[in-house]
T-cell receptor
Framework: KNQVEQSPQSLIILEGKNCTLQCNYTVSPFSNLRWYKQDTGRGPVSLTIMTFSENTKSNGRYTATLDADTKQSSLHITASQLSDSASYICVVSATTGTASKLTFGTGTRLQVTL | GAVVSQHPSWVICKSGTSVKIECRSLDFQATTMFWYRQFPKQSLMLMATSNEGSKATYEQGVEKDKFLINHASLTLSTLTVTSAHPEDSSFYIC????????FGPGTRLTVL
């Protein structure tokens, strides 16, 4: 069964600090891994997308890593801002033929405080 | 580009009534759209896959007669929650595919 697990479940950090969110997956056949940011009451917004051959990808203060051998990914947020407070969801895509299916993690709820 | 909109953004209805939610891809054509449901503090759960011009494919446990999906054009899919009950209260999110899935802003449904 395809699964995506994220840790921690929730996290509180001070503004300006860095943090790292983790994602472990058992999805096959692996196609790509995405990190989304979901503000409360809003739809998810894509931060990064990585394929099997990519180890790291950055989007501003967000840097995602992927280790396809250990099936782990991380999302590092640098110099956090209050606006970073949101849920961060790891989503892994499996592709069979022309059909792709997404498996969603339960997310990490990040709260950035003063 | 790749903007997906939903309407309404929130709706409150009485138990037993039907509610229609629209999902539009604003600047691209989407052969496939997806409908998700998200309960508080949980992740998105796929309800159905909607293909333009054909019947939607529902996930196991999702009642197709209760959640009617129509994908009449390449830019519009609708989800109708029929005879809504309080347990249908949730956050409904659609997505449209153009090489990857782009999500709409969601619709908060509250059934009284």
């Amino acid at each position: 069964k395809n699964q995506v697990e994220q840790s921690p479940q929730s996290l509180i950090i001070l503004e300006g600090k860095n943090c790292t969110l983790q994602c472990n997956y058992t999805v096959s056949p692996f196609s790509n891994l995405r990190w989304y940011k979901q503000d409360t009451g809003r739809g998810p917004v894509s931060l990064t997308i990585m394929t099997f051959s990519e180890n790291t990808k950055s989007n501003g203060r967000y840097t995602a890593t992927l280790d396809a051998d250990t099936k782990q990914s991380s999302l590092h947020i640098t110099a956090s801002q209050l606006s970073d407070s949101a849920s961060y969801i790891c989503v892994v895509s499996a592709t069979t033929g022309t059909a792709s299916k997404l498996t969603f993690g339960t997310g990490t709820r990040l709260q950035v405080t003063l | 580009g790749a903007v997906v909109s939903q309407h309404p953004s929130w709706v409150i209805c009485k138990s037993g009534t039907s509610v229609k939610i629209e999902c539009r891809s604003l600047d691209f054509q989407a052969t496939t759209m997806f409908w998700y449901r998200q309960f508080p503090k949980q992740s998105l759960m796929l309800m159905a896959t909607s293909n333009e011009g054909s019947k939607a494919t529902y996930e196991q446990g999702v009642e197709k007669d209760k959640f009617l999906i129509n994908h009449a054009s390449l830019t519009l899919s609708t989800l109708t929650v029929t005879s809504a009950h309080p347990e249908d209260s949730s956050f409904y999110i659609c997505s449209a595919t153009r090489r990857e899935q782009f999500f709409g802003p969601g619709t908060r449904l509250t059934v009284l």
